[in-house]
């Protein structure tokens, strides 16, 4: 039930982004102690963007899961901003993130709901 949706103007070098997706994936499944075959991982990247007035290397990520821990959030904030940076050289300073909760009767799969 988790899902990362990573959005950046960086373009990947050949294979960074598919790397990016692959970390993230298994990364978020192991923080938030939940099975790999339920995470989803997206990347848009070569976006138009700008933060703080600049279009130096930045990214905006949204991750919802289902029984989201805001204990952990302060953990997840840092090793999404550490990955980014090893893989896209983004600094976790250019870096947003929102953290969502989603009720189960909300989060759709399969047919029906969680």
């Known amino acids: 039930m988790p899902c990362l ?3 950046t103007n960086v373009t990947p070098e050949p294979g ?3 790397r990016l997706l692959q970390q993230a994936s298994r ?3 192991q923080a938030l ?3 790999e075959a339920y995470v989803m991982v997206a990347l848009e990247h070569s976006c138009p963007m700008l933060f703080a007035g600049s279009d130096a290397p930045l990214a905006y ?3 919802k899961s289902i029984g989201l821990p ?3 959030t302060a953990e997840l904030s840092a090793l999404l901003a550490r990955l ?3 893989e896209l050289g983004i600094p976790a300073e250019r870096v947003y993130i929102e953290f969502s909760d989603a009720a189960g009767p909300l989060w759709g799969w399969n047919g029906a709901t969680f």
């Open 61 to 63: 990520l949204e991750l």
């Open 5 to 7: 949706l990573l959005k």
């Open 16 to 18: 960074a982004g598919q």
């Open 84 to 86: 980014l940076n090893q």
């Open 70 to 72: 805001t204990a952990r």
């Open 27 to 29: 990364q978020v499944a």
């Open 33 to 35: 102690d939940k099975p």
